[in-house]
């Protein structure tokens, strides 16, 4: 950061003292533009201000924007204000616009930009009075009729659709900041109009629908060429995404991406194992893939055939056995059962040696302050293994463990504020002891003295003034 504060340092420091532009600024010292003004904007703000002649401290300024979304910047405000001011007085009516910006060292060009911009009223005002007092120039004002006709195809496009103005302007190939501008100054309702459409869409994430930045929401057209034949391939097989990604040459991450921002239904489709969509699935029933259907056929036929044990079929398909399990219990439930499961009071059914075995340091969980990984250690059991059994089957264990926790907390608040106020009393009464032998030390000194306060005051080691303070505050003044 001090690195960065002494290369800045020369242009910081004209840009605080002097009225060049930052381009100047940054000409004269060598410093890279971009890069100044992200530095002012990030950490100086307040002098952003101060330019403008707004004293704002820096915590403030970091919390207020310096222009509105639209209209008139406080710099053009300022640039221009005076100029402004001149073409709606009476004194400067016989100049016209490019007349007064030339006595004002402005463009006139620009100046006129801002008049019909920000203040149509004076640009009204003023050619009525130039008329009715005969030194109008008699050059036509407002829209000239080969402008308009040129374009009204894309004014009634822009009404009738969501298409942005570059978008129109490159459809009916007329120039961009052509349109634009003829939009913002003939056609105000038009953008305040589409202005209120994009604030209303900003959190529109509407497939084809119009958003908050203008454009629709919609995956662009080389992005659906790029996923065509994985989107196929994820609607119509049981490959998993890895796979497919692996046949059709795109990534992991951007597939997914595209998946969940464009293709929401197909997700859902293909989450729906046996067909039965979500009104109909049991409540408190997981969704799987087809692919995960698919990996989990062989294992399921293994275990109807064999009745082996869960944990070794699912090590001989290279299976997660706690999933397995947990994949069994939703969807193939009967055979569950044969597999040695039983249900818990909560209505949750689990392997019962699983339950014999955890029992003890369930409850020791549910019924005290210690940790879970402690009760592991303490038990002889696999931290990991007992976590995930408590997080599946005993909510109501992790529950109550947080509330004991919450009371102890409580608890301790209570004792903490009970220390606090004894302290709090305890440092009362010493104050007020030492008060005591203070003003028993005044009194003795005035004794000693016959009643007279300088000599007192010298006795004590205090000034004289000090000393008609205590007597204030101890009341001794008499």
């Not at 055939?305 to 999933?323: H, M, Q, S, W, Y």
């Amino acid at each position: 950061m001090q690195d960065v504060q002494s290369r800045y340092h020369s242009a910081l420091e004209l840009y605080r003292t002097t009225d060049m532009t930052v381009k100047k600024i940054c000409e004269q010292t060598g410093t890279p533009l971009t890069a100044f003004k992200a530095y002012v904007w990030r950490y100086h703000r307040e002098l952003m201000f101060a330019r403008h002649g707004v004293e704002i401290s820096p915590r403030e300024a970091a919390k207020t924007r310096l222009r509105k979304k639209s209209g008139q910047t406080a710099a053009a405000h300022a640039k221009y204000k005076d100029a402004i001011r001149a073409c709606d007085d009476a004194a400067y009516i016989e100049f016209n616009v490019s007349q007064i910006a030339r006595l004002f060292g402005l463009n006139p060009t620009a100046l006129g930009n801002q008049l019909r911009n920000h203040y149509p009223d004076i640009v009204e005002r003023r050619e009525r009075e130039r008329h009715r007092l005969g030194v109008n120039d008699n050059l036509h004002r407002g829209v000239k009729p080969w402008c308009k006709e040129q374009y009204a195809d894309a004014v009634e496009h822009l009404r009738a659709t969501e298409d942005t103005i570059w978008q129109t302007a490159d459809l009916y190939g007329l120039s961009r900041s052509g349109l634009r501008e003829h939009l913002m100054y003939y056609y105000k309702d038009l953008i305040r109009a589409r202005a209120g459409k994009r604030e209303r869409a900003k959190t529109n994430k509407t497939r084809g629908e119009l958003t908050g930045n203008g454009r629709k929401h919609e995956p662009m057209p080389q992005s659906e060429e790029k996923y065509r034949e994985a989107i196929r391939l994820y609607r119509t097989t049981a490959m998993t995404q890895e796979e497919i990604c692996a046949a059709t040459g795109v990534t992991v991450t951007g597939l997914r991406h595209h998946l969940r921002a464009w293709n929401k239904e197909l997700m859902e489709e293909r989450h729906d194992v046996d067909g039965r969509g979500e009104d109909a699935r049991p409540a408190g029933t997981k969704c799987y893939l087809k692919s995960t259907a698919a990996k989990y056929a062989g294992a399921i036929e293994r275990l109807k055939v064999t009745g082996r044990p869960t944990a070794e079929v699912a090590k001989e398909f290279g299976l997660n056995p706690d999933i397995f399990r947990k994949y069994l219990h939703e969807h193939e439930p009967e055979l569950a059962v044969t597999l040695g499961r039983t249900k818990l009071s909560n209505g949750r059914s689990v392997l019962a040696r699983s339950a014999e075995k955890y029992d003890e340091a369930v409850r020791l969980y549910a019924t005290t302050t210690e940790t879970l990984k402690s009760i592991a250690l303490r038990l002889g059991l696999q931290y990991k293994s007992v976590g995930g059994f408590v997080r599946r089957n005993h909510p109501e264990a992790i529950a109550a463990h947080e509330r004991l926790l919450e009371q102890e907390k409580r608890l301790q608040e209570q004792e903490e504020c009970r220390r606090r106020e004894k302290e709090q009393a305890e440092a009362t009464v010493s104050v007020q002891e030492e008060e005591n032998k203070e003003r028993e030390r005044i009194l003795q000194a005035l004794k000693q003295t016959g009643g007279h306060k300088r000599n007192a005051a010298k006795l004590l080691g205090i000034s004289k003034s000090a000393l008609y303070n205590k007597l204030r505050i101890f009341n001794l003044s008499e």
